[in-house]
């Protein structure tokens, strides 16, 4: 009642017409009517019906205060809303084309205040809108498709420019204009409305024609019954003008399938704590459709519940509730999902400008590194050039190819622990790539890449001068050394041999070190730790420290004295004479240049200054 304030008051009105109003309410609501409090009430300062001596005060104090339920005939008073309201808002076809009747209007409207939201202004949400539909349609046994009915809907909420739902007069206009219709005539929908009116309104669950039989005479009549959740009415004809009797429901109330006799078929009773009721149907179908809507009744009692379908519009406005709750929070779902993407994109970007950047840094590397090697062959060429003048240094080759056996051993534990090393800084890779430093730290980190080799670089020319003081000393040493050549042949040959087996094992060390070296490479992050640890392990091993150096330039290489040469050569010359062969001069600088790998270099003298030359770069 309460949502029907408004329409009572649809503006200012004249103080007679508010005593008129004001007369009926208290005629339709069964209450005293006291015209007293309404001249106090008005006075000559009114500033509106809301105002604070307007109408609507005056109504919930003296009026709707006053209303008490049950104590007046719901019908009459929609019967004087809608009086108020049609007159204003309703229109009606001049020319006749109406589908509905002011009285097929009147229950369409109460039919859509018992649907409608409670809150105001008054709407039809289209879940109610289908539901209602479907209720009219389908007592007029037709059907409508779900897609129809949605752009219907839809439609009818553009042409409204509306998208909550439809108000009453839009709602009454779907009905007479005929689109949902299918060409029904007026009869026809008005005996659906008032079917549907009297389901919801009235709450009439279920009637038609069954068989009754008498309580005293014992015989069987015919009787229009109608079904509501309190009780079970019973008439003379479907009119229901002239009633004749009534079964109350309640909790302990309950109904029964009774087997056929007497020429009667399709029999059921209801059984009430003070009498049985026996009925027939016309068929079994009738008989359960009753049996189930009595059963509701009893049910709805039991429950406490006055209307099935009070109870099922709320159950409706849940459901609605619930899914408007799960689309809120599908909608939540999806907008985290998109921030979180939007999120990993950004990341995602942050982490391709981090790894451009890593991927400069190693090209600058590996253009460093190739011009470092570069040089670095040059440099081997120049002294593979010299190699030939010292032929001399063939007396300490079995001195030289024992430090060589200790170096290869030297370099494959190191080649080893880089390995590990390797290992380790890749797992810390892995975890250190999500706090990778900006691009300012990786530039930061280039430049001191680029003192060190500047670093190296110096270094590199002076060990140049140092081998070039060394190959001026080796050609010295080389006029004494050819007149030894001849004795020494023979044993040079197989020290030659082994030689060789000592530069193919130094080839494979020196290949497994710059493997070892470009996966090292690319394990550049971790600039701290990197540097701690390549100082540690990538500090190259000097010669020096297992040998007395002399004023030679070259690193690794020291003259033997006289005695000790000379009992290098008898040593050799007794080897050469137990392997039965003679090499001669030229034969035995091939075989050096073999040792050499046909580059002919001193290996006595490169293989230290390489190990200073080829540093593994540290990151």
């Known amino acids: 009642m309460a949502h029907r304030e408004r329409s009572l008051c ?14 009926n309410l208290y005629t339709v609501l069964h209450i005293p009517h006291d015209p007293v409090a309404l001249e106090e009430h008005f006075r000559d300062d009114d500033d509106g019906p809301v105002s604070s001596q307007g109408y609507m005060p005056y109504l919930n104090k003296y009026i709707l205060d006053k209303v008490e339920e049950g104590a007046f005939v719901k019908e009459h008073f929609d019967e004087l809303c ?51 539909l479907k209720k009219v349609l389908s007592s007029m046994s037709l059907e409508v498709g779900l897609g129809e009915l949605e752009e219907l809907l839809a439609q009818e909420a553009q042409a409204a420019q509306t998208s909550g739902g439809l108000s009453v007069w839009q709602f009454l206009e779907l009905f007479n204009s005929g689109r949902c219709l299918r060409g029904v005539g007026r009869d026809t929908l008005s005996m659906a409305i008032h079917e549907v009116y009297q389901e919801l309104i009235q709450d009439v669950l279920k009637q038609g024609y069954l068989w009754k039989r008498g309580h005293l005479r014992r015989n069987w009549t015919e009787r229009w019954f109608q079904l509501q959740p309190s009780c079970l009415c019973y008439f003379g004809s479907e009119e229901c003008k002239e009633k004749r009797g009534t079964i109350p429901l309640d909790a302990q109330c309950c109904v029964e399938v009774l087997p056929d006799r007497e020429g009667k078929r399709c029999m059921f009773c209801v059984k009430t704590a003070s009498r049985t009721y026996e009925m027939s149907a016309s068929d079994t179908r009738q008989r359960q459709e009753w049996t189930a809507a009595i059963q509701t009744a009893i049910r709805l009692q039991a429950e406490g ?10 159950k409706r406005r849940e459901q609605r509730e619930q899914r408007e709750r799960r689309r809120a929070a599908k909608e939540e779902e999806l907008l985290r999902l998109q921030q979180l993407q939007e999120e990993k994109e950004r990341k995602l970007q942050e982490l391709e400008l981090l790894q451009e950047a890593q991927r400069q840094a190693e090209r600058l590397l590996q253009e460093e590194e190739e011009r470092r090697r570069t040089q670095h062959r040059e440099l081997q060429q120049a002294l593979e050039g010299q190699l030939r003048e010292a032929e001399q240094a063939r007396a300490s080759m079995q001195a030289e190819m024992e430090l060589k056996k200790e170096e290869a051993a030297r370099q494959r534990q190191r080649i080893q622990e880089l390995e590990e090393m390797q290992q380790r800084l890749q797992e810390a890779l892995q975890l250190e790539v999500k706090a990778r430093r900006d691009e300012e730290a990786v530039r930061l980190a280039q430049t001191r890449l680029l003192e060190e080799e500047e670093d190296k670089l110096k270094q590199l020319l002076q060990l140049k001068e140092e081998q070039e003081r060394y190959i001026e000393r080796a050609q010295q040493e080389k006029q004494e050394l050819q007149q030894e050549m001849a004795q020494q042949s023979r044993s040079l040959q197989r020290a030659q041999q082994q030689l060789e087996e000592v530069r193919q094992n130094r080839q494979r060390a020196d290949e497994d070190v710059e493997a070892a070296q470009k996966k090292l490479r690319q394990a550049s992050t971790n600039v701290k730790h990197w540097n701690v640890q390549m100082n540690r392990l990538m500090h190259p091993i000097e010669p020096g420290d297992k040998r007395p150096t002399t004023s030679s330039s070259f ?10 040469r000379d009992s290098s050569l008898k040593r050799l010359t007794r080897w050469g004479s137990q392997g039965n062969r003679t090499p001669s001069p030229s034969s035995s600088e091939q075989q050096l240049k073999s040792l050499n790998g046909g580059e002919e270099a001193p290996i006595s003298a490169s293989t230290p200054q390489e190990d200073k030359l080829d540093p593994p770069p540290e990151n």
Request: positive net charge; contains cysteine.
């Open 305 to 314: 519940k006055t209307s099935l379908h009070k109870d099922l519009k709320q």
């Open 555 to 564: 690193t690794g290489f020291q003259p033997l004295p006289l005695a000790r």
């Open 82 to 132: 809608w009086t108020l309201t049609a007159k204003k808002n309703y229109r009606v076809d001049s020319n006749g084309n109406s589908m509905l009747s002011n009285e097929d209007a009147f229950r369409l409207w109460c039919l859509f205040n018992f649907l409608s939201e409670d809150k105001y202004p008054l709407i039809m949400v289209p879940d109610e809108v289908e539901y209602l």
């Open 10 to 23: 649809p503006g200012p009105l004249r103080f007679h017409w508010q005593k008129v109003l004001s007369h």
